[in-house]
């Protein structure tokens, strides 16, 4: 046993290796990103693990390696799960031999996602287990119990860390390394595997019988448990808990969900002997809807009734809230103080050196009346320069410039998708714009990596999760073999030339693809690439603002004067943008 | 309640907040200790400001409550004047001496608290006002002023300084121990040593 300090992702890779996985895929996404970062990079490894191109991919691949009797993890984010919804709802129907964990993020408050829905109701769609850990420590011990219960009821599971679990910290006790010796071996089984309707209506009944003894399960081995302590009762699911039981007064009994499906029976007796419950869980009322239905007339506190909040995160201040306002805390331990108001906000940026800048600029000079759809990555982040649109899912840039252009709306369309995001559910809405004539321009930004969720490989990069040599795609022949005959590539720190490119397009007629190449900045930084910096002669610069309306960390505006900033990565684009001619490469004039 | 010693490092992504919270948390399992911890990963990191949460003892939720903090350590001045309402009344507050204004103040001409406007705001609290890039740069090299940080809020903290120092050398690269350990010493005299 090995005490670490370790973040809840770590925490979940090394119980997986503790589990002896055999089989690893996902696609990035914040907050579950580092699960099959810590897992590929580790020096040693007795598994198999891949970056996959997509959600759906990554888990038709997982699923099949869990046909096989091996152990498999599939991670997401929660939204990915939308992605790979197609091949969950029916492999609860096919089920596993070997366990298939299948980690899906979710993230209350949205920080870092286009909405906040909840893993758990999945779980109850598919009929299949969720586990909904309350601390780093729960999430590492959760996982064990996870693979060993997906293998007794041959279901796949749902394991759905939040981003307080997640991307939140704990001194951890961890088991021994467990190295996988599974090897893979299909036996045919039509009747399981291949979900025709005369099969598949079959293995539905199945599914349905076992959820009974599914429910008693996650009982008996304390997944779900409770104490009791007085006359009315708390009951929380996930982190909600460990807010729950800092605050706890006692004389309260106290429930602790961390698995679903809640056996209903359990769940009522307990909730029948106290005058009154309240329910603490983040997001959808997943808990308390079964809560409502054993209650009789035990009253409810929680969502349904104003108590608490169906969205945002819960925090220590708000569970303290909800406690005093069900009456189940007789005054708040923390007193509500203010935040400091008007204070300039200091919002996430894109880097100094950004290839996605360069291109937005270019984007508004040459379209300067034209919608704007995007995507998801770090050039969402072109919303603060005005060259965003839309962004509602992977892969909708392109889908949505089709659907404006064929609105009638008049004005051009230009969108614009990074490379993973092209290869993860772009390469459909091109070849669908392409086949329908559809008008529009479809900027794609190529630096080569899946940046935004920390720089993970990807088709376009070159090489496999491993660090293996792989070939890099060719965005330009997928383009042409998608039908489009305009494919032009820029750089994008070439912003004259690149200017010149947008011009061409806009004249033309059908979709045209315009692929800027540069690579990542922080990419460029770690391989050590050094450009030099620039800086603004002041007797020159007439002060018209115009660098300053590029928006570069690197450029600050004082005393009337432009000057650059130790940020400055030398990609030079101000200087083609200075009309005095102000800036030149620092020491040079 | 917990009886946990609460930490909030507020500063701007890739000034090394994250490093600050893992040798914190570090030197806890060194002393035994319980630790819970949270923190911002993703978009947020690009160069917008993030926080760290360190409870110290912690045995519950990572999140600590505004008005609960005990110590603030903060890496810039408008930063800290954002996260200041986390501060207990009787809380500590170790800042860095430097004020990076968001791009936004350039581009939409929003104003902002001048580095005086925020020193006088802070006066209220029990302040240690440190020049950490320039002790950094001393120590031999800028990268270390979290460390430079670390040493001067190491008198507030109930861990040993000397675990604290063991965690940096555990968790710097090693070839900058000698540097990291010269910037931790120069951080706690420049903190005031108790």
Known sequence: MEQNYLLGNEAIAHACIESGVDFVSGYPGTPSSEVIDTLRLRP??????????????????????????????????????????????????????????????????????????????????????????????????????????????????????????????????????QESTRVGEFHKDPRQYVVIPAHTRVLHKKLNEKQPALRKRLVEKGFNRYEIRGKIAIIASGIGASYVQELLPPGISFMKIGAYPIDEEWLGDFVQKHEKVLVIEELAPEVEEIVRQVAGCVPVFGKKTGYAPYEGELSPLAVAGIMVKAGFLEKNPFSAIEPVQNLPPRPPILCAGCLHRSVFYAIKRVFKDAIYPSDIGCYTLGLQLGAVDTTICMGASITVASGIAHSGEPRDVVCTIGDSTFLHTGIQGLLNAVYNGANMTVFILDNRITAMTGHQPNPNTGQTACGVESPPVSLDAICRACGVSFVEGVDPYDYTGMVQVLQEARKRKGVKVIIAKQMCVISARRAGVKRGRYAVDPEACTGCGTCVRFGCPAIEFASEKAQINELCSGCSVCVQLCPAGAIAREGKK | MSGSYDVLIVGIGGQGTILASNVLGEACLIEGRHVKGAETHGMAQRGGSVESHIRIGGEFGPLIAPGQADLLISFDLLETLRYSHYLKKDGKMVVNRRLVLPTSVYTQKLTAPSEDEIIAALKKYELCLLDADRIATEAGSPLSQNVVMLGAAARWMPLKPAMLLESVRRLVPKKTVEINTKAFEMGRDAGGKS
């Open chain 1, 44 to 177: 040693e490894r007795s598994y198999y693990v891949e970056w996959s191109v997509n959600e759906k991919v990554a888990l038709e691949n997982a699923l099949a390696a869990a046909w096989c009797g091996v152990r498999a993890l599939c991670t997401m984010k929660h939204v990915g799960l939308n992605v790979a919804a197609d091949p969950l709802m029916t492999s609860a129907y096919t089920g596993v031999t070997g366990g298939l964990v299948i980690l899906s993020a979710d993230d209350p408050f949205a920080h870092s996602s286009q909405n906040e829905q909840d893993t758990r109701c999945y779980a109850h769609f598919a009929r299949i287990p969720c586990f909904d850990p309350a601390s780093v420590q729960e999430a590492h011990d959760m996982i064990a119990g996870a693979f060993e219960l997906s293998e007794e009821f041959h279901l796949p599971v749902l394991f759905r860390p939040t981003t307080r679990i997640c991307h939140s910290k704990g001194d951890v006790q961890l088991g021994d390394v």
